[in-house]
């Protein structure tokens, strides 16, 4: 079952997410602690890797669809947050589906012959479902969208083997990874070699382009995260519509790589890279009123007005 981080009378809580318009608070259901004593802190303790997730299990297998039910209370009468607080780290892959490169005006490699290319946002960039994505002064015209599965790790690993990688997956929310393909720094800069690397680059880092939730799937619970429908709206309209399964590299693949250079450790957060249908390719963009709604099959539906 899915499960959230929410605010209610400014205290942090966590529950069950039941759909769009309802969750059950766990204090409604029980009170969990660690061996320690101490009160839930992160979902992190309650989902695969985490401290309580025995414990937890065990309490969900007393659970029934009813009592869920009679013990729900309207999604709406709390803010929901992004499902981890602070990422340690918050890494992405660019160019991870081949039509998304085609439609870039690229043509994928076999994997064989590469990588993953890998790149960071900086935490101001979180946003918590329902909160705005600002569109920056500096930059206006171009802000893109890109929904993506993003992998929450729950144990700590280096050097792990595909086989053994979803091992260490606690679970799988959404992501939104903002871009501004127009923004170019100083405009009467003098051109170097490496200016449009760090022009996309520094494209991804403007506040607020990260939109994250609004719940996570445990890892326990997905048979198949190479299976999962993606679709994104901006309005009615369909942008995005694609599937994992049309990722270059997957997620055993994502995880195996980077944690062959990089000790991930619990609540780093790694997004799998975008289907094809962003707006650069069409040459539609965000603009202040919109509504982008980006949707992960048996996942989560994230919303996110643009201001």
Not at 100 to 109: A, L, N, S
Request: a negative charge.
């Amino acid at each position: 079952m899915r499960v959230c981080r929410f605010q209610r009378e400014n205290q942090i809580e966590f529950g069950y997410y039941l759909d769009e318009n309802k969750l059950v608070p766990l204090s409604e259901v029980a009170s969990l602690r660690t061996t320690d004593g101490n009160p839930l802190s992160s979902l992190l303790e309650i989902l695969p890797g985490g401290n309580l997730h025995d414990q937890f299990t065990r309490l969900q297998e007393t659970l029934t669809s009813s009592q869920l039910e009679d013990l729900a209370i309207p999604a709406a009468s709390v803010k929901l947050l992004t499902p981890i607080a602070i990422p340690g780290k918050l890494l992405l892959l660019a160019g991870n589906y081949a039509d998304h490169i085609r439609e870039g005006g690229g043509e994928p490699e076999d994997r064989s012959r590469t990588f993953p290319y890998v790149f960071m946002k900086p935490l101001t960039t979180l946003t918590h479902p329902g909160d705005p994505i600002r569109i920056p002064a500096i930059s206006p015209n171009q802000i893109d969208w890109e929904l993506e599965l993003a992998i929450i790790i729950g144990k700590t690993c280096f050097g792990v083997s595909p086989e053994k990688a979803l091992d260490v997956v606690a679970g799988y929310t959404v992501v939104n990874d903002i871009s501004d393909r127009g923004f170019r720094p100083n405009p009467s800069r003098q051109s170097r070699p490496r200016d449009p690397f760090f022009d996309w680059l520094h494209g991804k880092w403007h506040d607020t382009f990260c939109p994250m939730g609004p719940c996570v799937l445990p890892a326990t619970e997905c048979s198949d995260p190479q299976s999962l429908k993606l679709t994104l709206k901006v309005n009615d309209r369909v942008e995005q519509d694609g599937n994992t399964a049309e990722m270059i590299f997957p997620v055993r693949e994502i995880i195996s790589f980077i944690s062959s250079f990089v000790t991930l450790h619990p609540g780093d957060v790694i997004c799998t890279g975008t289907p094809a249908g962003v707006g650069k390719a069409k040459g539609r963009f965000l603009k202040p009123g919109d509504t982008v709604s980006a949707e992960i099959e048996g996942v989560g539906c994230l919303r996110n007005p643009v201001e």
